[in-house]
């Protein structure tokens, strides 16, 4: 297997990319929806995936109108998320922790650019048992602009010291291949939820699995 390119560091997404978090995500903000009484719709679930916090509740807001009660589902959400967290935990991705593990061992450095913020995303982390192999992360509350605007990946870039055009990244949406390739990056999707038509031209490799992604960017880095 050979690139384009030589690569100094790896840029991860979280959710569906290194935590199995989108089903839990998807499923408590329908449930809590429900509970004060609304639906949220698969397809405008989907069309928020990927939003930093900001852009996310002008999203939400614009969909399911201007009498949603935004503060009221959202304090239910989190209450829910957290419930849900400490009952079922959360799962790492298959292949992420023997990843992280490998580029560790090799010296090759890495980040995580999540639309999340910050400290949701370090307890979700922390729950999937992947918080001790990640010293640097950006949230979607540390950016002015969200994806798909790639600052939170130059920003994540920035973090280990490696030239955008030097990393790879590993996304699961089109929101966040944009981002990346808006970044310089080579960037990798392994689509979760949303089908990668709309981003085929961005991406180098659409892979079927986070297990395969993690044996492709392995190769990547021995080439």
């Known amino acids: 297997m050979k690139a384009d390119r030589q690569f100094g560091g790896v ?15 998807r499923l408590c903000a329908q449930e809590t929806a429900e509970e004060i009484g609304y639906t949220i719709s698969n397809a405008a679930y989907i069309s928020w995936m990927g939003l930093p916090s900001r852009d996310l509740r ?3 807001q614009d969909t ?25 935990g959360m799962k790492a991705q298959p292949g992420m922790p023997e990843l992280l593990h490998h580029l560790k061992e090799c010296g090759v450095p890495f980040s995580v650019a999540t639309s999340t913020d910050r400290l949701h995303a370090l307890k979700s982390l922390e729950i999937s048992g992947l918080l001790p192999f990640i010293k640097s992360i950006i949230g ?12 939170i990946f130059l920003r994540a870039a920035e973090l280990i ?7 790879i990244a590993l ?12 970044a310089g990056m080579f960037t990798i999707m392994v689509p979760d939820v949303v089908a990668p038509d709309s981003v085929l ?20 880095f021995s080439s």
Do not use: H
């Open 171 to 182: 996304e699961d949406t089109p929101i966040g291949v944009k981002a990346a390739a808006s």
């Open 58 to 60: 002008l999203a939400i």
């Open 161 to 167: 010291n490696v030239p955008s055009s030097q990393c």
């Open 201 to 220: 031209n961005l991406c180098k490799y659409v892979l079927p699995s986070t297990r395969s992604a993690a044996r492709v960017i392995t190769k990547l």
């Open 11 to 25: 840029i991860f997404d979280m959710d569906g990319v290194l935590i199995n978090s989108e089903p839990k995500i």
């Open 140 to 151: 979607g509350d540390q950016v002015t602009r969200g994806k798909p605007d790639p600052e």
């Open 64 to 88: 399911m109108g201007p009498e949603f009660p935004m503060d009221i589902f959202y304090e239910r959400y989190r209450e829910n998320w957290d419930n849900n967290l400490e009952k079922n």
